[in-house]
């Protein structure tokens, strides 16, 4: 039997709502974007890893420090939970986009530490699912197959130039779309 991919998933404008020029700084600021956790109770049976990989510059600007964040990521855990879903790993790039570093999307430093962690995980075998122009890049990069969430039209400009394979509106209507295409045995 195949192997169950891995999915890499973006957080804000994925997973919660984005905060347009903003971060979010307390769990408060955490608001799920509509099925978005339904979404991820339905996919989770069909993946091997799910992994979160987020843009966190709130943290090199000094807006909040990883306590804050910390905060955050325990209220998305609860609520994942509770929708029946599942995150194996929660990966975050705290730099300044100023330094550049190897962590900040769309460079692929986090999905390859997420590999040392998890060596099983394929990225010929993965789905990058984001709502950014770094997201795509960052799964083309790495041979994933790319799915662009739309609505950040800040990005429309680049997300023009590249390849991208599937595009939704919303992580619910891209499960439901997952889910009818894939054939695998689901325990
Ligand atoms: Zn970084």
């Not at 509770?82 to 194996?88: E, I, T, V």
Request: proline share 5%.
């Amino acid at each position: 039997m195949e192997q169950k991919p891995t999915l890499f998933l973006d957080r804000d404008g994925v997973i919660n709502r984005r905060i347009s020029g903003g971060y979010v700084r307390h769990p408060e600021d955490f608001i799920p974007a509509k099925g978005a956790l339904q979404a991820i109770g339905q996919l989770t049976p069909y993946f091997s890893r799910i992994v979160v990989v987020t843009n966190q510059a709130g943290i090199g600007k000094g807006m909040m420090d990883e306590r804050d964040l910390d905060a955050v990521h325990r209220k998305m855990q609860a609520l994942v939970h509770a929708a029946g879903g599942r995150l194996d790993g929660i990966y975050f790039c705290p730099h300044h986009p100023d330094v550049g570093c190897a962590c900040r999307k769309p460079a692929t430093g986090m999905a390859l530490q997420a590999r040392i962690d998890f060596p099983d995980i394929d990225f010929k075998n993965s789905w990058m699912v984001g709502d950014s122009a770094g997201d795509m890049q960052l799964g083309h990069s790495l041979g994933m197959r790319t799915v662009l969430i739309e609505g950040k039209f800040e990005d429309s400009a680049a997300l023009a130039a590249m390849p991208i394979d599937y595009r939704f509106a919303s992580l619910l209507d891209f499960a439901a779309s997952f889910i009818e295409n894939t054939v695998v045995n689901v325990p």
